[in-house]
């Protein structure tokens, strides 16, 4: 018999969000057990550099500015696709949430009084920081701000937030069972019970029960070919809720591309290298930019440059290499001293990852995956769609204040934000209910893993003729040259066909090793199916959704539409089905209208129904699609939203 | 011309009885800028699928793939090919609990460490959500987050031969850790606390001094500082002479 | 699950802590010992190094002095000290020596992988970025032990010969004439010479790494005191360094000069005899 664990709430996931929400929940007062693929310091939140977003406003550049002004930012950045009132919450938790952080150690950068010296926009300036804020938290610019308002650690953010947040975890004593994955969602009634779990070190199959089950599985970004994430995002949370057949997957269309991501490796070089002056040729080392963008050449928005990048290579300037094609970055001119100094990390990442020495030598790069911005559908309590007792929080979820587009530095403070609140709600939730200790239902649910397993080992399954490897690469080279980062209609088409091809391939499955144990094929080939579906996803909301909305542009239909798409794209998938059906919800309620960003400079449909009228609709909207009742009336977090709506209105 | 690369790696899988630990030849061409996280998936695509071993970020950030490589404990998502001999010898670290192949158990070892040095801030403040968070000196925040950027890779304790023949070692890790909160000025601990920590034979008193840790930290944390400092603290308090304690002596490490 | 680490459990139980306390205090004081001796018996190596150097201003300089600390008591408790503190050294000190041949060679063999000798490092790029840093620490622990070895061996013989010859002329018993240049130069020449040869270099060899190591384990990034700098690992090996070769030498030319292969050369720094009459 395989073993059993109880407890009050399990979460799948040991990043920022996994850990905080446990935290949240264990002060409630609930037993819990975390569960990680890799010890929890390694999650992909610890290569966070940049920072997070919080309005404390400390530094001269940050002065004025309020949870207000952020929230503002926020809804802006995501094109009006978010849900405001959880980017309310967000604003509103996120300085006492840094300030939590810096009481349990993190080490941030903090205010020094006095001169200090700024590259802004290329040029040297010499600003005063205020001494009465002396010793507080410091900020950095970020793209998409009004304010400077990013908190930091040095190059090392993600990092020291995850070690404190693991130093709070093992000083409360919460158990955390690392090398376990959660392969499938135990479920009965609409209602969640736990996880069929596999130990990465033995093979064995495990069944958690808990009255609370949390996602916080981070993002998904290796169903494509090219991703800045981590090897383990792999997006097998989203997946095991997916295969409930009931729970929805939010806006998995909306994906975030960075311009330079290095070749091979695809570890990301920052922004700042083009913000400095560093410049992109192709394989005649020709500069190309300035024949799209003359205006803004490589410093136009992210989004954009990415979109030229594969213009340009689809039109066969790329520079081959046996790791696919790529574009150069140019920083040579930019001097020894520079490179060494205010690029240090640069400089480092293109010598040990590459053999490069940016002073002498070109730096391959190519736009690269890089944020999903979709994920398990919540409520603003974090609860799941349809499936009672299932929760999500961080990049995994979409509790969606990041709508069509997440701007730098949000997801961070999202995950922390989103585990304390959302960790207070479930485990408030949690303890209103007991726990039901179901052993026939979890001997079912461990059985149906154990002979997908046992398929697997013995000879493969159906057909038997498919590589794991094989299939996946396939997939995702279709992800990437077809729901990449400029989309249009036929290729979108070709991309759902194409997917679905491999997916039903995916049921012939056969594995060239055979030993039962932590089996490194056998777990690839557990996690395909629930890749090969979160990429058809993507590709089929992408199809049916006919705008360009933040991180979602499509080629044929330029225009934001506001008319039409005003809102949220849900994806479920029916058991035994062989492609995701797509229903749609409003965004949420609308206390700032949509309107014009303030850059990016694409022309928008406007809005035919008043907000009052759309407003009106959306919690009928949303109960249609599963939401669930959540601890405060909906809008109680927007609470001008009345007169702010009616001021606009006159 | 590309050289033929010979990858010389480790394999046994402790569960399976019938498995015995050997080292298997991978031969493979070098491609420009390839590192051994690329040449192991490529191995483990085209001739080992049931190869073990650890990478995460593969950007040098996360500290998995620590594996001995011709001898050296270092990270393998960050070694070009270039940089070694052609024939490339992996093993896992030693130290730790054999996962198989080259995959070993360093976060089982690593919550235990920070269980037994009690790796987070004693205070008895509680946390005031309306209160403006309390100040620091932006020096003092550096000097942390210099000994902070440990990423746990455990090569400093594979290098280390006193926790190659003392299980009990807290290792150059731990030590840095402590050294991390003995800095901190939100820490409470006070002298006593530390000296029972380290200043024994598990702790700074057992290290030989071998400079192993140092050598091989990938992200050259100034461990010998750190322990250096601590030899000097601890004599202090052994003598009853030391400074005020809890984050009002401010320490030297540079 | 799987070994935890190095884990073990932290108790709080009142009596246990002050057990911890005690134990804590006790193993600080062996290593402090260790230390202290062996950096004492550096210091008196050296010093012992220049009065045995007085022979290079031939055999009188080197009677004058001898006489001078025998007859002021000052060699005779010195021994004592010395003898006591030469023991408690090598038991201290040996603590740190892995106890089994299988320890010995694994200390060896990681020592011998992490120097970079496998690595290629051709490019000054790499080097750069310190990527592999040369290590050369666990050899010179190697050979610190073995000097200590040998030093015990060696050492413990010399010890006794001067300690028989001192006490012998102290309380005027049997033959010896106490420390002499004629009857040390007798014994050097009498092939006791490979004895300190190996002696002399053994001990510098020994104090020379052992204060290197003593300056890194304690000291490092320490401020020296109106220099204002830190003590970084560099500044010790420089260190190191120029004080064995300066005291190899020296100890080889009185060594020389003791088994009668050259003149003393500083012979001119005495005043002249008086020329009998
Ligand atoms: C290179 C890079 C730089 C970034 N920089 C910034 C930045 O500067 N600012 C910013 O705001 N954001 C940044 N981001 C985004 C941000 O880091 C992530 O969105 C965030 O860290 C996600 O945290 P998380 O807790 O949701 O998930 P993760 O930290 O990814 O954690 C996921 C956890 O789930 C576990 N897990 C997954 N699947 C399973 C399963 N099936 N069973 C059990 N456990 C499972 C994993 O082991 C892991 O512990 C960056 C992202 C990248 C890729
Ligand atoms: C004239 C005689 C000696 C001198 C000048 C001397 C000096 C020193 C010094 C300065 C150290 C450094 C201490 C440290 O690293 O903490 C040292 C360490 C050591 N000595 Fe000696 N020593 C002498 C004799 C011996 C003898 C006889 C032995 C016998 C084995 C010995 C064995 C050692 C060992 C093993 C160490 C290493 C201890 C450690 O790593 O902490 N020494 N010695
Ligand atoms: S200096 Fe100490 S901790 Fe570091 S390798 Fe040597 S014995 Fe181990
Ligand atoms: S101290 Fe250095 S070598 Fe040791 S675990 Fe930390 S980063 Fe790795
Ligand atoms: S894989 Fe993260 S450090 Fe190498």
Not at chain 1, 127 to 150: A, K, Q, Y
Not at chain 1, 181 to 207: F, N, P, Q, W, Y
Not at chain 1, 364 to 377: A, C, D, E, F, L
Request: aromatic share 8%; proline share 4%; net charge negative.
């Amino acid at each position: 018999m395989s073993e059993l664990i109880t407890t009050d709430v399990l979460v799948i996931g040991a990043g920022l969000a996994g850990e905080r929400a446990a935290i949240s929940a264990s002060a409630e007062g609930n037993e819990v057990v975390i569960l990680s693929l890799v010890p929890p310091r390694r999650s992909h939140s610890c290569a966070a550099q940049g920072g997070m977003q919080a309005a404390l406003g400390n530094c001269v550049k940050g002065a004025g500015d309020s949870e207000e002004l952020h929230w503002l930012d926020t809804v802006k950045g995501s094109d009006w696709g978010c849900d405001q009132e959880v980017a309310r919450i967000f604003a509103d938790t996120a300085p006492v949430a840094m300030r939590e952080m810096a009481h349990h150690g993190v080490p941030w950068t903090r205010v020094k009084g006095g001169p200090a010296d700024y590259f802004i926009k290329g040029k040297k300036v010499t600003l005063e920081e205020p001494h009465e804020n002396e010793g507080l938290i410091m900020h950095r610019d970020f793209g998409g701000v009004s304010r400077w308002r990013t908190c930091y650690t040095a190059d090392g953010t993600g990092h020291t937030v995850l070690y404190t947040m693991d130093n709070m975890v093992v000083e409360l004593g919460i158990a955390v069972h690392d090398r376990m994955e959660a392969i499938s969602l135990i479920h009965d009634a609409g209602r969640c019970h736990g996880a069929v779990v596999r130990c990465l070190r033995t093979g064995e199959l495990k069944t958690y029960l808990a009255k609370a089950t949390v996602i916080a599985s981070g993002g998904f970004g290796r169903i494509y070919k090219y991703s800045t994430n981590a090897i383990i995002n792999q997006g097998s949370g989203q997946s095991i809720a997916l295969d409930t057949g009931l729970v929805p997957l939010g806006n998995m269309e909306a994906v975030q591309f960075h311009p330079t991501g290095i070749v091979p490796t695809d570890i990301l070089v920052t922004e700042g290298c083009r913000g400095d002056g560093g410049l992109l040729l192709d394989v005649d080392e020709y500069r190309f930019m300035p024949d799209y963008e003359p205006d803004k050449q490589e410093l136009a928005s992210r989004d954009v440059v990415s979109r030229r990048m594969t213009e340009h290579m689809q039109k066969g300037k790329g520079v081959p290499s046996p790791d696919g094609e790529h574009l150069w970055l140019d920083l040579r001119h930019l001097g020894e001293d520079h490179l060494r100094t205010k690029l240090r990390e640069v400089y480092d990442i293109c010598m040990y990852f590459l053999g490069v020495n940016p002073i002498k030598e070109l730096v391959p790069v190519r736009p690269t995956q890089h944020y999903s911005m979709g994920g398990i559908r919540v409520n603003k309590d974090g609860h799941a769609y349809s499936l009672k007792g299932l929760w999500s929080v961080g990049e995994s979820a979409c509790w969606d204040l990041h709508g069509m587009n997440r701007l730098g530095g949000n997801s961070l403070a999202e995950t922390v934000v989103a585990g304390m609140f959302c960790g207070q709600r479930l485990g408030e939730w949690a303890n209103s209910q007991t726990l039901e200790v179901d052993t026939a239902l979890a001997d079912i649910a461990l059985n149906e893993q154990q002979e997908r397993i046992n398929a697997l080992i013995t000879g493969g399954m159906g057909e038997a003729n498919e590589n794991v490897d094989q299939l996946l690469n396939e997939a995702q080279d279709i992800l990437q040259a077809k729901v990449g980062i400029f989309r249009k209609g036929e290729e979108l088409a070709e991309a759902v066909v194409g997917l679905r091809e491999i997916y039903q391939r995916s049921r012939n499955l056969k594995m060239r090793s055979a030993f039962k144990g932590a089996n490194p094929e056998l777990a690839a080939a557990l996690r395909l199916p629930g890749m090969l579906k979160l990429a058809l996803c993507v590709a089929k909301g992408a199809l049916l959704r006919t705008e360009s909305r933040g991180g979602h542009s499509r080629e044929d239909y330029p225009k934001r539409n506001d008319r039409d798409w005003l809102k949220r794209t849900l994806a479920r998938w029916p058991v035994g089905a062989d492609e995701p059906e797509i229903s749609y919800e409003p965004v949420g309620l609308l206390e700032s209208p949509p309107g014009h960003r303030g850059y990016g400079g694409a022309e928008n449909i406007a809005m035919e129904e008043s907000v009052e009228d759309y407003n009106e609709k959306v919690e009928r909207e949303w109960i249609e699609q599963g939401w669930q009742e959540t601890a405060t009336p909906l809008g109680e977090e927007l609470k001008e939203m009345v007169e702010y709506a009616s001021t606009k209105q006159s | 011309m590309a050289r033929e690369l010979t990858l010389r790696i480790f394999r046994y899988d402790p569960l399976n009885p019938e498995s015995k630990p050997c080292f298997v030849d991978y031969k493979m061409e070098e491609t420009p800028r390839l590192n051994l996280f690329v040449a192991l998936h490529r191995v483990r695509e085209k001739q080992a699928p049931d190869l073990q071993f650890d990478f995460v970020c593969r950007a040098g950030v996360c500290g998995s793939c620590g594996m001995m490589i011709n001898g050296r404990p270092t990270l393998a998502c960050r070694t070009l090919t270039a940089e070694l001999p052609e024939t490339i010898t992996l093993a896992p670290m030693p130290a730790f609990k054999l996962i198989g192949d080259l995959s070993v158990d360093t976060g089982t070892w690593f919550r235990g460490m920070s269980e037994r040095v009690e790796s987070w801030i004693h205070t008895q403040k509680e946390f005031d959500p309306k209160a403006e968070e309390q100040r620091m000196d932006d020096g003092t925040a550096q000097k942390i987050y210099e000994l902070e950027r440990c990423i746990e890779c455990g090569c400093c304790v594979a290098g280390c031969a006193t926790a190659n023949i003392r299980e009990d070692f807290l290792g150059a890790t731990a030590l840095n850790r402590i050294g991390r909160f003995m800095l901190d000025p939100r820490d409470e601990r006070d002298s006593e606390d530390w000296f029972e920590l380290v200043a024994t034979d598990e702790g700074v008193f057992g290290c030989m001094g071998l400079m192993g840790c140092d050598d091989v930290c990938p992200k050259e944390l100034p461990l010998l500082e750190v322990f250096a400092y601590m030899r000097r603290r601890m004599s202090q308090v052994a003598a009853g002479r030391a400074k005020a304690d809890a984050g009002t002596s401010q320490p030297v490490i540079t | 699950m799987a070994k935890a680490g190095p884990s073990k459990e932290i108790t709080h139980h009142e009596g246990e802590l002050t057990a911890t306390r005690d134990r804590a205090r006790r193993q600080w004081k062996l290593d402090a010992i260790s230390t202290g001796t062996g950096v004492f018996l550096a210091l008196f190596m050296w010093g012992h190094m220049f009065f045995v150097s007085s022979i290079l201003t031939g055999e009188r300089g080197f009677n004058w002095i001898s006489d001078l600390f025998e007859h002021y008591w000052l060699a005779q408790p010195t021994l004592v000290v010395v003898t006591i503190v030469f023991f408690v050294h090598f038991v201290t000190a040996s603590r740190k020596i892995p106890a089994k041949f299988a320890e010995r060679r694994r200390v060896k063999k990681l020592g011998d992988d992490i120097s970079h000798s496998k690595w290629n490092i051709s490019k000054q790029e790499r080097r750069e970025l310190d990527k592999v840093r040369p290590h050369k620490e666990t050899s010179l622990w190697i050979w610190q032990v073995r000097s200590g070895m040998i030093i015990l061996a060696l050492g413990s013989v010399h010890l006794f010969v001067v300690i028989a010859d001192v006490v012998q002329r102290t309380f005027d018993i049997g033959e010896g004439l106490g420390i002499n240049a004629a009857e040390t130069m007798a014994r050097v020449q009498g092939g006791m010479w490979i004895l300190y040869a190996i002696l002399l270099y053994a001990v510098e060899v020994h104090a020379g790494i052992g204060l290197y190591r003593v300056t890194v384990k304690w000291g490092l990034g320490a401020k020296i005191p109106i220099i204002g700098s830190r003590i970084t690992r560099g500044m010790a090996q420089k260190m190191e360094r120029i004080v064995l070769w300066f005291f190899l030498i020296i100890g080889f030319i009185t060594l020389l000069v003791m088994a009668g292969v050259i003149d003393p050369p500083l012979e001119f720094l005495l005043p002249p005899l008086p020329v009998a009459s």
